[in-house]
């Protein structure tokens, strides 16, 4: 879809659109709310302007939008299917991860979720299923203060992510 397109959409229409690039409620209608849209740089400073404007329930929300990395795949497709085709392509060295990592992301998906209240949030494109590891594992010491703002800041990296794709679509 080009960004002429994405001006023209009905509000309905653009809002379904921009909730599959970040799940917020609050984001998506203040994002609706910016079109016609001049420029895709326009576009890109004003989700990330709106976005860490936005309040800790928001970004909260936003998380729930996303599978866990590593999780069940099938099970996943089921319950994310207007973002599935993105989230596998995004987590896609998981797949070729070994059985032990796969069981160490588990482990760690579980920990960080009892001590934080949200999966963990990582913008896995070009990362493997080590590295996302190796990163779970260094943020899991983090206080919930300093996680919180990580996890947003990743949050905003795949917000533009997706609206990079969804312009390419």
């Given at each position: 879809m080009t960004l002429s397109e994405l001006n023209s959409l009905p509000a309905p229409a653009?809002?379904?659109?921009?909730?599959?690039?970040?799940?917020?409620?609050?984001?998506?209608?203040?994002m609706n709310s910016i079109f016609p849209v001049a420029d895709a740089d326009t576009l890109f400073e004003q989700a990330k302007t709106i976005w860490y404007g936005l309040a800790e329930v928001d970004w909260?929300?936003?998380?729930?939008h996303h599978?866990?990395?590593?999780g069940n795949v099938a099970a996943l497709r089921e319950k994310f299917a207007s973002t599935s085709t993105w989230a596998e392509g995004e987590q896609a060295s998981v797949k070729q991860a070994s059985q032990d990592t796969l069981e160490a992301l588990a482990a760690g998906n579980d920990e960080y979720e009892q001590k934080f209240g949200y999966i963990f949030i990582v913008c896995a494109t070009g990362k493997s299923a080590e590295e996302m590891l190796?990163?779970?594992?260094?943020r899991l010491p983090n206080l919930l203060q300093d996680e919180i703002h990580i996890a947003m800041?990743?949050?905003d990296k795949i917000t533009r992510i997706r609206l990079e794709k969804l312009l390419a679509a």
């Open positions: 653009r809002a379904e659109a921009l909730a599959k690039c970040c799940g917020a409620t609050a984001w998506v209608e203040q909260r929300e936003a998380f729930t599978p866990k990395i590593g190796a990163l779970l594992q260094a800041g990743e949050q």
